[in-house]
């Protein structure tokens, strides 16, 4: 059986990139170290600050949640409920279940009770993909609970497989402006809070490890609507490098932020967008309505679309073998077969 590195013990698990293997408690120390270097060298945020820490009962968000509160930070979280079926039910349940066990305060945003819509239908009305009106309400609702809660900075759960995975496609088409947004931290501004990903160090399956050696449950399952997604796509592309050339996603990502980022960094000296007519958050155009307000009316003014008529095929056998019918299929006619 192979060592640790650090004390010899039997390794639970092996790093490639750090060409070592380690034991529960100095895999615990490293992934702690990640943490606190990732914070501290991109100036995150400090333990005076009020933290807003989106959780969505994956592996990422919850160890995330976890290495906030036992560093000693003030972490409130953020669950919100997207619709997608028993997936979101699932997760809800897993969530309040973390946050009560610890006695932790969760703040909860139901996108169907709250907003009059849900993410299946919100793809089936734009007709795009399901990805694009969630991670437009995610932000929107993300902002307007840092706002109204006075809350100076939110945290998201990206780990470096995600950001690598997002630098890969946006280096692919040389997307300049989205390469400048791909700091670890984005600064306050025109009314938007801080943003900050303190797991760019860490790798998804350190996260998975982080989870198992910390007694955490979380939804072992991915979103549905991620199948055959083009984030998938890049995951696995680096995958394949990774597998023969371990380091290589850090050296990426990493190398990315502290030589390439600073050359195609410049000043945005925008105007503050006027606030949106519906809701007050900012938006763009005076008397304008901003782009979460315009596709809660569209997607409320419909019936609402189960989960499984907005997947495609292989994604919906995958979803109704893990998950079961969906409540809207079974339950009250809306979907129809
Ligand atoms: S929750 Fe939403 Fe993700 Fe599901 S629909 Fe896409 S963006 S994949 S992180
Ligand atoms: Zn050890
Ligand atoms: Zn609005």
Not at 63 to 89: F, K, M, N, P, Q
Not at 294 to 312: I, M, N
């Amino acid at each position: 059986m192979s060592k640790c590195r650090s004390c010899r013990a039997p390794a639970v698990i092996d790093l490639p990139r750090h060409n070592a293997n380690f034991c529960a408690e100095h895999l615990e120390q490293l992934c702690r170290r990640q943490f606190r270097r990732a914070v501290d060298d991109f100036e995150m945020f400090t333990t005076e600050d009020r933290i807003l820490v989106a959780v969505s009962g994956g592996k990422d968000s919850l160890a995330l949640w976890d290495l906030l509160v036992t560093e000693g930070y003030d972490a409130v979280g953020l669950y919100i409920g997207l619709g997608i079926g028993r997936y979101s039910d699932e997760s809800h349940v897993i969530v309040d279940a973390f946050a009560r066990d610890r006695d932790l305060e969760l703040i909860t945003v139901d996108l169907r009770a709250d907003h009059g819509f849900d993410v299946p239908t919100a793809a089936r009305v734009t007709d795009r993909v399901p990805c694009s009106s969630c991670g437009l309400s995610k932000r929107h609702i993300f902002d307007t609970a840092a706002r109204e809660g006075g809350f100076d900075v939110v945290v998201t759960g990206h780990n470096l497989d995600d950001e690598a995975a997002v630098l890969f496609g946006n280096a692919l088409r040389w997307d300049v402006e989205y390469l400048r947004r791909q700091a670890p931290v984005l600064p306050a501004r025109h009314g938007f809070p801080r943003k900050a990903k303190p797991l760019v160090r860490l790798t998804e399956r350190e996260m998975a490890a982080w989870c198992v050696i910390r007694g955490i449950d979380y939804v072992v399952e991915e979103c549905p609507m991620a199948i055959g997604n083009r984030h998938h796509m890049y995951k696995e592309a680096l995958a394949v490098v990774e597998a023969t050339s371990p380091g290589s996603t850090a050296a990426f990502y990493l190398g990315f932020l502290e030589r390439m980022a600073p050359l195609i960094a410049h000043d945005e000296d925008t105007d503050a967008p006027a606030p949106c007519r519906m809701c007050g958050s900012p938006s763009g155009a005076a008397d304008a309505v901003c782009a979460f307000c315009r596709l809660a009316d569209r997607a409320g003014a419909v019936q609402p679309v189960p989960v499984e008529l907005v997947l495609g095929r292989g994604a919906r056998r995958r979803y109704v073998e893990q998950w079961g019918a969906s409540a809207l299929m079974e339950g009250d006619g809306h979907g129809g077969s």
